[in-house]
């Protein structure tokens, strides 16, 4: 069982950074892939960003490529987002979400196996 708790939400105004962090407990494998969803009003929940178990394993959507990176710290067990050029559409709930193993790639948002309760993320003036 991994549990996952996000953190490092807020409200920010356009063109403002935040970075997001998703506290991992014990992996113990090493072949899994990490992913940020998120989820606007009225919307289905959308991959943002996935890590695989090789750096060189990345997606972005394209809505955030160039603006958002994900990356990992082993020895923490934490995963981070940092979001730049933040933008209005960029509002929503973000979840950390891992497959263990890893099976596809990008993982799928309904194939994930552990998910984080979310943070909330809001863009306004």
């Known amino acids: 069982q991994v549990q996952l708790v996000e953190s490092g939400g807020g409200l920010v105004q356009p063109g403002g950074s935040l970075r997001l962090s998703c506290a991992a407990s014990?992996?113990?494998?090493?072949?899994?892939?990490v992913g940020w969803f998120r989820q606007a009003p009225g919307k289905e929940r959308e991959v943002v960003a996935s890590l695989g178990n090789y750096e060189s394993l990345i997606h972005y959507a394209d809505s955030v490529k160039g603006r958002f990176t994900i990356s990992r710290d082993n020895a923490k067990n934490t995963i981070y987002l940092q979001m730049n050029s933040l933008k209005p559409d960029d509002t929503a709930v973000y979840f950390c979400?891992?497959?263990?193993?890893?099976?596809?790639?990008?993982?799928?948002?309904?194939?994930?196996?552990?998910w984080g309760k979310g943070t909330q993320v809001t863009v306004s003036p």
């Open positions: 979400a891992a497959q263990v193993p890893i099976r596809s790639w990008p993982p799928p948002e309904y194939d994930m196996d552990y």
């Open positions: 014990r992996f113990t494998r090493s072949d899994y892939a």
